[in-house]
């Protein structure tokens, strides 16, 4: 095989990839390290230069493929020995679902669409006193950092190019109404602020960021996050379940997807819900 024509094959792989991921041009480059420019020279269909070294293996282990594969060098596509990564890890002292792990694959994911199942709502709709009092007691969570990373992802939805997908279940918001559970000893007057601010907050974020809400006597779900194509986690209390492989991210994308499907409640909807919780206290 000629020069030309591992370019060729170059190409058509990663052009691949770039579609399969489904993000834009300018999310992938920063992926592996590279300008949308450069990224549009190696797309080029009248390209005949590979990639330097440092390139391929960006790619390579930023979208778990092996450079052979990428060089037509072997038809199989999966990382090989030259570029192990784990399927999944387990990320240990995961101080709360939202430390600065989390927020910095966030920042990783920028371009992609990420989708995310709190474990009660969003806390970067929570309001400073509710995220106080839901972690006040909890063993090894500090509430100031809590504070702030809420903050932090909060400004992350207000960019002009997020794409944001929550769902969450209508019992998690009628409880926190009703001050049940966790929510026990909160006064009306914060649950009452809180409902009206995050009632504010999805009609000012629509439509880059999406809260869908699912009935728990229909369906459940464990918490998880889905950064784009690049990895999902699974928040199990002090550690997350972080999936590298494309196989374990379509998955837990499907059954985001499916919760979608069966919510009750759609994005337009929900803040005429929050504000009906509020006016009933």
């Not at 694959?105 to 990420?114: D, M, P, Q, S, T």
């Not at 090894?140 to 932090?152: F, H, R, T």
């Not at 690049?230 to 494309?246: D, K, P």
Request: aromatic share 10%.
């Amino acid at each position: 095989m000629n020069r030309r024509d591992t370019a060729r094959i170059f190409r058509e792989r990663l052009t691949r990839i770039v579609q399969r991921t489904g993000g834009s041009l300018s999310a992938f480059a920063r992926s592996i390290g590279l300008d949308r420019s450069a990224l549009s020279q190696l797309l080029d269909p009248e390209e005949t230069r590979l990639p330097r070294a440092e390139t391929l293996a960006a790619i390579a282990a930023a979208h778990r493929v092996s450079v052979d594969w990428l060089l037509g060098l072997s038809q199989r596509e999966q990382v090989g020995a030259d570029i192990i990564e784990e399927v999944f890890r387990v990320e240990p002292a995961a101080s709360s679902p939202v430390d600065q792990r989390f927020l910095d694959w966030y920042r990783e994911a920028a371009g992609y669409k990420i989708r995310t199942v709190p474990r009660s709502f969003p806390d970067m709709l929570k309001q400073e006193a509710v995220i106080r009092f839901e972690y006040a007691s909890a063993l090894a969570i500090d509430p100031d950092s809590n504070v702030e990373s809420a903050q932090a992802r909060l400004a992350y939805l207000r960019r002009p190019d997020t794409d944001v997908e929550a769902c969450a279940s209508v019992q998690a918001f009628t409880g926190f109404a009703r001050a049940e559970g966790a929510w026990e000893g909160l006064d009306a007057g914060t649950r009452r602020a809180q409902l009206a601010y995050m009632a504010s907050l999805c009609d000012e974020l629509y439509p880059g960021f999406r809260l869908f809400l699912y009935d728990l006597r229909r369906t459940y779900s464990a918490p998880f996050t889905v950064f784009g194509p690049l990895r999902a986690t699974l928040y199990l209390g002090q550690m997350y379940l972080v999936f590298n492989s494309r196989q374990h991210i379509q998955l837990l994308t499907r059954r985001f997807d499916d919760l979608v499907r069966a919510a009750t409640l759609q994005p337009p909807d929900v803040p005429t819900f929050l504000r009906r919780l509020a006016d009933a206290l």
